[in-house]
């Protein structure tokens, strides 16, 4: 599965941006689709998971501002990202779980985009 990620960029706090994750060479209407980021100097961390039926899963940082959501037709997953904070700057990515239910860690999943970067200014 190929994984390309976009609609990162530079916005203002308060502002909203949507990413688009796009899923090739696989359907992945069956799988776990994640999004995860990762901050200059910090470790990848968790950001939002959805399942193949809808069920999805928040971190604390983004829920109530973040929402996930898939297009199995179209094997596109997004990120609706609300009220965005200087402290959401990262490089997000997109990734697939193939085997195993939700998950919240990065090891759990097998296929990676490359990432696109959201910066937020104050």
């Known amino acids: 599965v190929q994984l390309q990620a976009s609609g990162g960029g530079l916005v203002q706090a308060g502002d909203s941006l949507r990413l688009s994750c796009s899923a090739s060479g696989r359907t992945v209407r069956s799988y776990i689709m994640g999004w995860f980021r990762q901050a200059p100097g910090k470790e990848r961390e968790f950001v939002a998971a959805?399942?193949?039926?809808?069920?999805?899963t928040y971190s604390d940082s983004v829920k109530g501002r973040f929402a996930i959501s898939r297009d199995n037709l179209r094997n596109m997953v997004y990120l609706q990202m609300n009220n965005l904070k200087p402290e959401d700057t990262a490089v997000y990515f997109c990734a697939v779980r193939t085997v195993g239910g939700i998950s919240e860690q990065s090891h759990a999943y097998d296929h990676w985009g490359q990432g696109t970067q959201v910066t937020v200014s104050s």
């Open positions: 959805i399942g193949w039926t809808g069920t999805y």
